[in-house]
């Protein structure tokens, strides 16, 4: 079926590359009118982004909310906005190199810029790769902020003053959410600061603020939720009595289910990991969203 899905893709370019040339290209706004338009590849980089641009930029993204951006497959106008788009904002580190040949594929000659540069990285264990989710650590989304700046600043001269002053406030809220997450993490006993969820997406955010970590799988991948690893789960989760467990927005709810009801412990509530929440969630925000995640694990773990 994958494979299947890869020739469609490949089809999928293929023809709306014709029709950009049938047509005599493509209309470049951005060239045009002189305005920045900015495309990201999921939400929660959109909303850092667009504290960052304020006024002086479009920001937009591709993976809908709701989906998770590993195995995002691109639909017709994806190739529009790319190809519309002066740069386009990655997170990098693995997560989105489909996205990057979308981009390549478009014809619209948008720069790629990895905006997670510089940040100190957690590998996945059992394998080569890297875990894409840095920005659950807020003082990793800090420095995303100051490379989105940079970059912005470079291709806006005249927005640099904006950007930066812009930039300075949102750290300044980073800084507070980051200071206000150590402190909640107190109402938890340190011996029941384990997180249990599908993908183990926490590890960034376990390491800064003290907190184990356990999936049952790493990395999205062909083989998730077997028995074997679910079972692992379960004897942890009665071993080391973690009081109850997490399921991701954007992940499908079986596999917890059957973890929660062979472990004999409850689901206790949902958190974001890949996307930020939608209208009237109250996460429709990154710092909505990490502040919604952090009083989900406080409520179920502090029991």
């Known amino acids: 079926m994958r494979k299947v899905r890869k020739v469609l893709l490949l089809v999928v370019i293929m023809v709306t590359s014709l029709i950009m ?66 740069v386009f904002y990655v997170n990098g580190l693995g997560l989105e190199e489909w996205l990057e040949r979308l981009v390549a594929n478009a014809g619209g000659g948008a720069d790629i810029i990895t905006v997670s540069d510089g940040i100190d990285v957690i590998g996945v264990e059992g394998s080569n790769e890297d875990d894409p989710h840095a920005w659950l650590d807020v003082e990793n989304v800090i420095t995303y902020v100051g490379n989105i700046r940079d970059d912005l600043s470079q291709r806006d001269p005249e927005g640099a003053d904006e950007y930066a002053a812009n930039a300075d406030a949102y750290i300044k809220e980073l800084q507070e959410l980051d200071e206000w997450i150590q402190t909640e993490t107190l109402n938890i006993p340190e011996e029941k600061r384990t997180i249990v969820i599908s993908e183990n997406a926490f590890k960034y955010f376990g390491e800064a603020y003290g907190y184990e970590t356990i999936g049952i799988w790493e990395l999205n991948s062909h083989e998730e939720g077997t028995p074997g690893q679910i079972s692992r789960v379960v004897d942890l989760i009665q071993d080391e009595s973690i009081p109850a467990v997490f399921l991701e927005t954007t992940i499908d709810s079986r596999f917890m289910d059957t973890v929660s009801s062979n472990a004999g412990v409850e689901i206790a509530g949902e958190v974001y990991t890949d996307a930020v929440g939608p209208s009237g969630s109250g996460a429709e925000t990154y710092i909505d969203m990490m502040k919604h995640n952090v009083n989900t694990f406080v409520e179920g773990l502090k029991q």
């Open 21 to 86: 040339v049938a047509c005599g290209g493509v209309d470049r706004t951005t060239e045009n009118s002189g305005e920045l338009k900015v495309i990201t590849s999921f939400s929660i980089l959109a909303d850092i982004t667009k504290n960052v641009v304020g006024d002086r930029a479009e920001v937009d993204y591709l993976v809908p909310i709701g989906e998770e951006p590993h195995g995002y497959e691109p639909i017709p106008s994806d190739f529009q906005k790319a190809s519309d788009s002066s």
